[in-house]
């Protein structure tokens, strides 16, 4: 048998066990309530609303998968194949990986995202932009079905059909979204005011490239804001908006008749397009001519994106607001007060937004810039510091698209 222990060593043993009680109780709140220092990534389609795929950091990743199309796609446009058009660094362009904060995004299966949409039609409608975007779509999801055929049919722009899972994806342009035309000049007794004639808007009248087809698809992706600039509608010949049939008084200025036209487009997809359909609307792509405008010798030649040092923000604006902030009148600035204008219009609506401009802000290093595919492009056009590189930075729209699609059919 083990010896008694003495009763000398009872009042220590006793007093430290009571000190070790009181420290950890004291101590133990601060753990507890501790939140984890690495939380859990959260995978759309199985968590909640609150996750948000735009906000993050493009991470360089030698292990990334290579993009699913190579230059002989036949849905690519020639200015915008930057593989064929033997655009330096593509290898490098397509190695930066977006990485959410808080969550996790899936690259696009292309087989079983065509197999959820089966039956299904997915149309775009806006500007350049949006055909970026189609163009990049259409050539990822060829990889499920090689039997992919162009499809041009209900005033379509361009698109494609996959038959083997009866799905198409398509393009219709509407630079505006509201019907636009041009109107000569009348007069030609006086021409010092320099007026050529003037481009009337209806603010109240969609496009007719998509008034008709918002019964035929069942996901729509709208976008507007890139021609709503001077450098498209110079002072000779302006933009002049129309309501009722009758020019607005007083005239409108341009960021005027641009929300007026996001107001009544917005109402019209809001009454016309059946409610079980998905509606998203994409916010601006940013350009990153510098030095000037596209037209103006503006350039884009750089090897890498731009940053975002957080830890100066306060003092020294990071190189993103530097660019594009309109409070820093940065030169790129137009993107986020556009933003802000299609953000008021769609309060209080079902349509989403696809807000894809802070993570393409970063990416100056990815646009076709002089590598357009003919040698005289850039003496006519200018540099594209507008447009992307295919494959490239839309590849990733597509990963958060598809991603936001399968999340609203799973959830209902």
Not at 378 to 390: A, E, F, N, P, T
């Amino acid at each position: 048998m083990h010896p008694k222990l003495s009763s000398s060593f009872l009042p220590p043993i006793i007093f430290l066990s009571l000190v070790f009680l009181f420290v950890y109780s004291t101590f133990l709140p601060f753990y507890t309530n501790k939140p984890p220092s690495f939380p859990a990534k959260k995978f759309l389609p199985s968590s909640s609303s609150s996750c948000n795929l735009f906000d993050g950091n493009w991470v360089l990743d030698s292990t990334k998968p290579k993009p699913f199309y190579d230059d002989s796609c036949p849905f690519h446009r020639n200015a915008w194949n930057c593989l064929k058009n033997k655009r330096d660094n593509m290898g490098i362009i397509n190695s930066w990986k977006w990485v959410p904060n808080d969550c996790r995004l899936e690259r696009i299966d292309p087989w079983r995202f065509l197999g959820l949409m089966r039956n299904r039609n997915i149309g775009f409608v806006g500007d350049s932009l949006n055909e970026n975007f189609l163009v990049s779509f259409l050539c990822v999801l060829r990889v499920a079905d090689s039997g992919a055929k162009k499809w041009k049919k209900k005033g379509a722009w361009r698109g494609a059909y996959f038959p083997k899972y009866n799905v198409t994806v398509a393009y219709h342009r509407a630079v505006l979204l509201a019907k636009y035309k041009w109107k000569p000049k009348q007069s030609t007794v006086s021409d010092q005011d320099g007026l050529k004639g003037i481009y009337r808007v209806d603010v109240d009248s969609p496009a007719d490239e998509w008034i008709s087809i918002t019964n035929f698809y069942d996901v729509l992706v709208f976008n507007t804001g890139h021609w709503w600039g001077y450098d498209k509608f110079p002072k000779e010949t302006p933009l002049v908006f129309y309501q009722h049939g009758r020019p607005i008084s007083p005239p409108l200025g341009l960021l005027d008749g641009l929300q007026v036209v996001l107001e009544n487009m917005v109402r019209y997809i809001e009454k016309e397009v059946p409610k079980n359909s998905l509606k998203f609307w994409r916010l601006q792509s940013p350009r990153h001519f510098y030095g000037g405008e596209w037209n103006q010798n503006g350039s884009c030649l750089f090897d890498k994106p731009l940053e975002e040092d957080q830890r100066i923000l306060i003092l020294i604006p990071g190189q993103l607001d530097l660019w594009f902030d309109p409070s820093n009148n940065g030169v790129n600035k137009e993107a986020r007060t556009l933003n802000h204008l299609i953000k008021e219009a769609l309060q209080g609506t079902n349509i989403q937004l696809l807000d894809l401009t802070h993570l393409s802000e970063f990416r100056a290093d990815a646009h076709p810039a002089i590598w357009l595919g003919k040698k005289d492009a850039v003496s006519i056009w200018g540099q594209d510091c507008m447009h992307w590189c295919l494959p490239g930075v839309p590849d990733t729209w597509v990963d958060i698209l598809a991603q936001l699609i399968l999340y609203s059919f799973k959830t209902g």
